[in-house]
């Protein structure tokens, strides 16, 4: 298993926002996580890489419990520079981009791995490929400010992909974006999904779930109500508020 | 709509009006000027470049470069200290803070001018080690450091508040979008949020530039013979006040304007980027 959750918890201000979520994401798989607004989708994507700190349960990555080192006969959470290293294997992306605006698009898709240690002639070199591979080669030298919000995503993914990943999230990739923008950045997630890419994605796009996802995971109050393949979430949903929240969003 | 129908200019009055009293009261101040005779220009003239003039402002530029860098290397640590999750490095830099601006800058000279009627030596005592250092204080804190010390420690406290002010202007999705990359916290700073906080930044510290500049003046109290009390020294003797106050202004506008080009050229630099 790439990502496996066990009874996390989280509340803000007394309000609980994860109520106990156990979830799994084989190898190689994509997970797509719908439901309603403020359901704690999102919160629990960021919890998968500690941006967001779980009150209870665990979460392992490829095995190892993110946040945490063994100690003794028991944890202890990690400092903050091994924390770092963990995330580095995790790609993210955001609803609302965070590209840095001060750089170019090639210096945010660099920044990263030099950070991680890597030559920056080697990390140059990767980080055009990854923007030929988004279809942004072109706009290399371009800064943030001057690209379309379906191109910043595209530079986003490219940049998290240069990390190298082996596992990516995506908390509503493409909810920011004017509707005829989404579908480029789609297609970017959809070649992503096809070279195996392990995928966690938050999203409003049904159709884009219905033909990517192995997996689809239904979340009211955060809770699970409902998982299993899109043949069967999408089509023939178990649970009447699943099959309410379906409809209207279709 | 009708690209056919003449379009006419609206008519200013008020403009002109404002126009002609300008150019009027300037024409007064410049005869005044020309032929007040007691401006002693050519008084002006002859001290303009004089050796003394050029070293006392040599003096003012070296206090004001490195008031400004200590305070700017200390001003950045206390902002970081404000902000750091570590409560005793709140408490000391809030501390540190509150001391330093809410007490007189003149004082706080005099203070370091006079350190050694309160420490005659100055020596280091931590509990269980034998004392490090027992040299006067004289000889450590020079005029020259009291004046350095006493004008930036003081600058450090401000920079800190302004320093503060625009790391807290970044957007937090940055850091977010830094952390999840597995940033390091030092690189992050350097390379994310202090680029981007220095829009925010330069304008009050080139505001804090030209006002310490100016500020290098109080140092006059310590006999320190900056660009003030270079031309002090100079009327008590000769009683050409006047003259020689305008020989001080004109060298302190001077380096304010090329400030001031300094400050245009670094926020063009950190506009990388910027939409607005």
């Not at chain 1, 209870?56 to 400092?79: F, K």
């Not at chain 1, 998290?160 to 789609?186: H, I, N």
Request: charged share 20%; with cysteine.
């Amino acid at each position: 298993m790439m990502i496996e959750a066990t009874g996390v918890r989280k509340s803000f201000a007394g309000r609980e926002v994860l109520r106990g979520i156990d979830l799994s994401v084989p190898r190689g798989s994509v997970t797509c996580v719908i439901g309603p607004s403020g359901s704690g989708k999102s919160t629990f994507l960021r919890c998968v890489n500690r941006l967001e700190r779980p009150d209870g349960g665990r979460i392992l990555v490829d095995g190892d419990p993110i946040g945490y080192e063994p100690y003794r006969d028991g944890l202890r959470e990690l400092r903050r520079r091994d924390l770092a290293r963990q995330r580095r294997d995790i790609g993210m992306v955001f609803q609302r981009f965070h590209l840095f605006p001060h750089l170019t698009a090639l210096a945010n898709v660099v920044e990263g791995p030099v950070g991680a240690g890597r030559p920056r002639a080697e990390a140059t070199k990767e980080a055009l490929a990854l923007l030929d591979r988004v279809g942004l080669a072109d706009r290399r030298d371009a800064y943030p400010a001057q690209l379309s919000g379906g191109q910043q995503q595209r530079v986003a993914i490219a940049r998290a992909l240069a990390m190298r990943p082996k596992l990516m999230l995506f908390d509503e990739p493409t909810s920011a974006l004017d509707p005829e923008l989404v579908g480029e950045v789609l297609d970017v997630m959809r070649g992503l999904a096809a070279d195996g890419m392990t995928m966690l994605v938050v999203t409003h796009e049904l159709g884009f779930a219905r033909e990517v996802a192995d997996e689809i995971v239904f979340f009211d109050d955060g809770q699970i109500l409902e998982s299993g393949p899109p043949s069967r979430v999408l089509t023939a949903p178990e649970h009447p508020r699943t099959r309410d929240f379906v409809t209207r969003v279709l | 709509m009708s690209a056919e129908l003449p379009v006419y200019r609206r008519r200013r009055p008020g403009q002109w009006v404002l126009t002609l009293v300008v150019v009027l009261l300037a024409a007064s101040l410049l005869r005044s000027l020309i032929t007040n005779r007691r401006f002693g220009w050519d008084t002006v003239g002859a001290w303009l470049f004089s050796r003394t003039v050029m070293t006392g402002l040599l003096t003012t530029l070296e206090l004001t470069a490195v008031a400004m860098a200590i305070g700017l290397v200390l001003g950045i640590a206390l902002a970081l200290m404000r902000l750091s999750d570590n409560p005793v490095a709140r408490s000391v830099s809030w501390a540190y803070i509150w001391l330093f601006r809410g007490t007189p800058l003149l004082v706080q000279l005099l203070f370091w001018g006079f350190i050694s009627a309160l420490y005659p030596t100055l020596s280091l005592h931590l509990p269980l080690l034998p004392a490090i250092g027992d040299v006067p204080a004289n000889s450590v804190i020079t005029t020259f450091a009291a004046a350095l010390l006493g004008l930036g420690l003081n600058e450090a406290a401000y920079l800190a508040e302004i320093i503060r002010a625009g790391i807290v202007s970044v957007d937090p999705g940055q850091l977010e979008a830094a952390d999840a990359l597995g940033l390091s916290r030092v690189r992050t700073l350097r390379r994310i949020v202090l680029p981007q906080a220095m829009r925010v930044i330069i304008p009050p510290v080139g505001n804090e530039t030209i006002s310490m500049l100016k500020t290098t003046s109080l140092v006059s109290v310590l006999a320190y013979a900056e660009l003030l009390y270079s031309v002090q020294i100079v009327y008590s003797r000769t009683y050409q006040t006047i003259p020689l106050l305008i020989v001080a202004s004109i060298w302190y506008l001077a380096v304010t304007t090329l400030l001031n080009v300094g400050q245009h050229y670094l926020e063009r630099h950190f506009a990388k980027g910027g939409s607005r």
